[in-house]
Each structure stands twice: as structure tokens, then as C-alpha cells.
């Protein structure tokens, strides 16, 4: 098994697209939804990509746990305290998905120590994907591979990012506050991505939510020079009691 993270990259990626080929089968068919316990939707493809992610990963390093958001919803979580341990998203972005704007992710990422140490994502709709580890960042689309890099966020004018589900007057007011800014809508993990790839700055987020959501997404804008932090200024880790995040605010250069 590597010990190395990077390492695992190209089987990483390979995997999230399988996954991706998967939920883009059931996207083409009239899928039904329906909720988790906690209200939330699931539909096949989320199920799909899950199982097809689990045994991918459980033979490329079966020593390694995994947290996976149907397989929690379940109640089915291993213990990863002081481990490496795999976090997964297999649908990021099932009202995305539902609504069919193809704004949507596959999203996988390891972590080591309670920090994201790669992490893929994959919008199969819009034919890309990213990858992150290290000091290094890429964007896949068809067969080109082109390394990205955060820019820096301009005191005046920065391009704010935030959820399509998610606003609320909080972000609204943050929003003002800031010099100029303009805003856009984007699905899912998507966001980390854009500001990853330098073409959008900032993306606030004051609501909890869960950290198979955020940790391949931050992965891939640390790996291009960004950052992802608390409101407290401090680096969004991983591994928590309850797998949840709090609020946070992921960035370019400062």
C-alpha cells in the first residue's frame, strides 16, 4: 500500500470517474428521489456511486477506513481517530442533480492527520475534474491536463461564490460588506474549484455542514494556494465528533 499520498492520485481519479459514468446512466433516465432520515435527498445515483467508490477504494488500501455519506446516513461510521482515513462525497450536490444543471460532483479525498492530503473531484456533466496534492493542482478536461493556481483577491472587485441553497442574510450581509464585489450562484464543491482554477475569489459559508462536502474541494484550492478557515481564522480540519464542519470561508491568495 503507498505510504506516499500522491501516489494514490491516478487510481483516485480513475475511480471518481467511474463513479461519475454511474450517476450520468441514471441521470439520462427519469430517477425517482427520496429522503434520508434527515430530510435531505438521496436517489440511485447517489447509491451507485457510493458502492462503486467503496470497493474501489477498499482494494486499493483496504487498511485504510472510510467515511462515506450513505454509509453514514446509515449509521454505519468507522473510528478514525489518529488515522488516515478516506472521506467521500459520492453525489455532491443531489438538489443539483435533481434539478438537472449539471452542477454536481464526485468528491474523494484522504486525510492524514486530520488534514486533506488529496483530493479529487469530478463534474461529469461538465466533462471536468480536479485534482489536488501538496503544493500542486490540476484541471482535467477530456485529454487536457492543465496545472491551475489560485489569484490573488483583490481589496476591491473579489468574485464571491456561494450556494445555490444556501443563502441566507448573513451571507447577504457579509456579501455587502465587501468593496465591490460581484456574486454568483455555483453547485456543490464546485466552488472551491473556480477559486482554485483563478477564476473566482472567495466563497463564505456560515452554516454547519458536513465534511465529506468540503474536504476534497479544499484539498484541490490548497494544492493551487488557497486556504479554507474557520471564522476564527483557524485551518478547517477533519475527523471531528459527528463528521461536521462549522462555518468557514474558502479563499485565493491572500
Not at 494514490?8 to 454511474?22: C, M, R, V
Not at 425517482?32 to 430530510?39: C, F, G, L, V
Request: glycine content about 10%; proline content about 6%.
Amino acid at each position: 500500500m503507498p505510504t506516499d499520498p500522491t501516489q494514490f492520485a491516478p487510481a483516485i481519479l480513475d475511480l471518481a470517474h467511474k463513479a461519475g459514468t454511474a450517476i450520468m446512466a441514471v441521470y439520462a433516465t427519469s430517477f425517482e428521489q427520496r429522503s434520508k432520515q434527515d430530510h435531505s435527498p438521496v436517489t440511485d445515483a447517489d447509491e451507485k456511486a457510493e458502492a462503486i467508490i467503496l470497493a474501489g477504494l477498499a482494494a486499493l488500501a483496504p487498511d485504510i477506513p472510510i467515511v462515506a455519506e450513505e454509509q453514514a446516513a446509515r449509521g454505519e461510521t468507522p473510528v478514525v481517530t489518529g488515522r488516515r482515513f478516506w472521506l467521500v462525497d459520492p453525489l455532491d450536490g443531489t438538489r443539483e442533480f435533481i434539478d438537472r444543471n449539471g452542477e454536481f460532483t464526485v468528491n474523494i479525498a484522504l486525510i492524514e492527520n486530520g488534514v486533506p492530503v488529496l483530493g479529487v473531484v469530478v463534474a461529469p456533466a461538465l466533462g471536468q475534474a480536479w485534482l489536488g496534492h501538496g503544493d500542486r493542482a490540476w484541471r482535467h478536461e477530456g485529454d487536457s491536463v492543465v496545472p491551475i493556481h489560485v489569484r490573488r483577491v483583490p481589496e476591491r472587485g473579489a468574485h464571491v461564490l456561494i450556494s445555490r441553497n444556501h443563502v441566507d442574510r448573513e451571507i447577504a450581509g457579509w456579501i455587502e460588506r465587501q468593496p465591490e464585489a460581484t456574486r454568483q450562484t455555483v453547485g456543490s464543491s464546485l466552488k472551491f474549484c473556480r477559486i482554485a482554477e483563478g477564476t473566482a475569489d472567495l466563497y463564505p459559508r456560515f452554516a454547519s455542514i458536513s465534511e465529506w462536502d468540503t474536504a476534497a474541494g479544499q484539498a484541490v484550492l490548497e494544492a493551487a494556494g488557497g486556504a479554507v478557515v474557520t471564522w476564527q481564522g483557524e485551518r478547517l480540519r477533519y475527523g471531528k465528533p459527528g463528521f461536521r464542519n462549522p462555518g468557514y470561508l474558502a479563499r485565493g491568495a491572500a
